[in-house]
């Protein structure tokens, strides 16, 4: 087993991946778990960034509603490349538009979610998944 660790050879790339997208998945999901929480969602609707977008109220609920349904999809592994483009899309706009754009400091969840949704576009679902034939 140790010269297993100390190799550069893959030990289990699709197991790894599948390891890491249900992570992943179950971390947006959870974000997502927010669009439930009247008050809390409330209060996003009175960021500044927010009160800019055209009808706040459902860009709010459309984007918890997007962190929620993607991370669930993405756990299960079930249309992983569509869903990584979601995530990518929102978590893009909220490093953008809603946070600084500061991937080194402050708004590193946001861009290190778009990072993990191009890491499943390009590799797809992998093991443990639900895939559509």
């Given at each position: 087993?140790?010269?297993?660790?100390?190799?550069?050879?893959?030990?289990?790339?699709?197991?790894?991946?599948?390891?890491?997208?249900?992570?992943?998945?179950?971390?947006?999901?959870?974000?997502?778990?927010?669009?439930?929480?009247?008050?809390?969602?409330?209060?996003?609707?009175?960021?500044?960034?927010?009160?800019?977008?055209?009808a706040?109220?459902i860009?709010?609920?459309?984007?918890?509603?997007?962190?929620?349904?993607?991370?669930?999809?993405?756990?299960?592994?079930?249309?992983?490349?569509?869903?990584?483009?979601?995530?990518?899309?929102?978590?893009?706009?909220?490093?953008f538009?809603?946070?600084?754009?500061?991937?080194?400091?402050?708004?590193?969840?946001?861009?290190?979610?778009?990072v993990?949704?191009?890491?499943?576009?390009?590799?797809?679902?992998?093991?443990?998944?639900?895939?559509?034939?």
């Open positions: 087993m140790a010269s297993k660790i100390f190799s550069s050879a893959p030990i289990s790339i699709e197991k790894g991946l599948a390891v890491v997208r249900i992570i992943i998945g179950l971390l947006m999901a959870y974000h997502g778990l927010e669009v439930f929480d009247r008050e809390l969602m409330e209060g996003y609707v009175t960021w500044d960034k927010i009160q800019g977008l055209p706040p109220h860009m709010v609920y459309l984007g918890k509603g997007a962190e929620l349904v993607s991370g669930i999809l993405l756990t299960i592994g079930l249309f992983t490349r569509i869903t990584s483009l979601a995530i990518i899309v929102n978590m893009l706009f909220i490093y538009f809603v946070g600084n754009g500061q991937f080194w400091y402050g708004d590193q969840h946001p861009f290190l979610f778009a993990f949704g191009l890491l499943f576009l390009m590799t797809g679902p992998g093991a443990w998944s639900i895939r559509m034939k």
